[in-house]
């Protein structure tokens, strides 16, 4: 089950090598509200580098899963982030590297003789019979 939650980056930790062929990291994030929240996401593997191009006090958005596990009768939970993006207009939400998909604009189609609003030809009838 997939979760997404807005606030303000508050700290991103070192990445770290659990193994040799395992890595995580962390960031924290704040909730607005009455009572603002500091909330721990963990990010692995190829998702590590999700939090690079973000700053300390950069507004984001964070999609993530619940993880949880037993480990010699004690339970942990995790927060799993997929997927980090800037708070606010889904253009903003693009990594540095990504670019932006172009914008559709209204163009005039062959069919437009009521200057150039997309409409349809003066002559047409929209009755079937």
């Known amino acids: 089950m997939a979760f997404e939650i807005e606030g303000t980056l ?24 009455t009572y603002p929240q500091f909330v721990k996401f963990q990010l692995t ?22 993880r949880g596990r037993e480990w010699q009768d004690k339970f942990f939970t995790n927060l799993n ?8 207009a889904i253009g903003d939400a693009l990594p540095n590297n990504i670019q932006t998909p172009p914008s559709f604009e209204t163009q005039s189609t062959p ?19």
């Open 45 to 66: 593997q190829d998702k590590c580098s999700l939090v690079d191009g973000y700053n300390s006090g950069d507004r984001v958005k964070v999609y993530f899963d619940l």
């Open 81 to 88: 982030a997929w997927r980090l993006e800037k708070a606010g």
């Open 111 to 129: 069919f437009d003789n009521n200057g150039g609003d997309g409409g349809l030809p003066n002559d047409f009838d929209d009755l079937p019979f």
């Open 10 to 33: 508050h700290k991103v930790f070192d990445m770290e090598s659990k193994s040799a062929s395992f890595q995580t990291r962390e960031f924290v994030i704040t909730t607005e509200g």
